[in-house]
């Protein structure tokens, strides 16, 4: 089995699982998300003829929760019994290659929320974070379809404020071509449970600054309900070969 986490806006994905069950966050014993795009639920079925656990919605540090808490559904669904884990993700980009309406993959990640799940001791090693063969497979998946695919670094943020655009010439300084406020736990969470991680950007909107433009959270969701489509292309492709 396969758990899926989906970012703001990427609701839509869901429609392309064929529902068996549905367990609530609340059931799972996580907080319920207070954002909107968020849902708060658990849903197992099949996508592409493989076994998945979808977990739609998510919980942030930007809303006050604890480290262990923003990764408690990463746990939940590694005791339900998922071997592998793809997240996904709204995001800002700082790559002028990047337009928003793509998907980045990532190659790696910088985690700048200045906390992590395993305070109290994991010395883990992140070295390889997002698993090289499975990335291979995704990329020649989205070849074959002619589906754009970039990769490249993404930088996980507390949030809840979008970044003023010092913060982003920062940040392209330190190597990020993406910019969010989620992943990067859960990708420490599941590495240290032993479990291979794949994740993906939606690029929503230009970061601050790079465009005179303003960030609005419906845009957000909105690009991503547009990009949503590309995305359960490419699983169903991928997962349907696994
Ligand atoms: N910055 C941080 N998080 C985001 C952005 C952004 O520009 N867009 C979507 N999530």
Redesign the pocket.
Known sequence: MIGIVLGSGLGPLADAVVVEREVSFAEAGLPASSVPGHDGKFLFGKLGGTSVVLMKGRVHLYEGHAPRLVTAGVRWMVEQGIQKLILTN???TLNLGFPPGTWMMLSDHLNLTGTSPLVGADFIDLSAAYDAAWRAEFRAAATASGMPLHEGVYAG?R?PQ??TPAEIRMLRTLGADA???STVLETIQARSLGIPVAAFSCL??W??GITAAH?DHHE?LETGKQAAQAMIGLLTDVLGRS
Request: aromatic share 6%; glycine share 18%; net charge negative.
């Open positions: 709204a995001a800002g943020l949030g979008y970044e910019v969010g406020m929503t909107n970061a601050a960030l957000v």
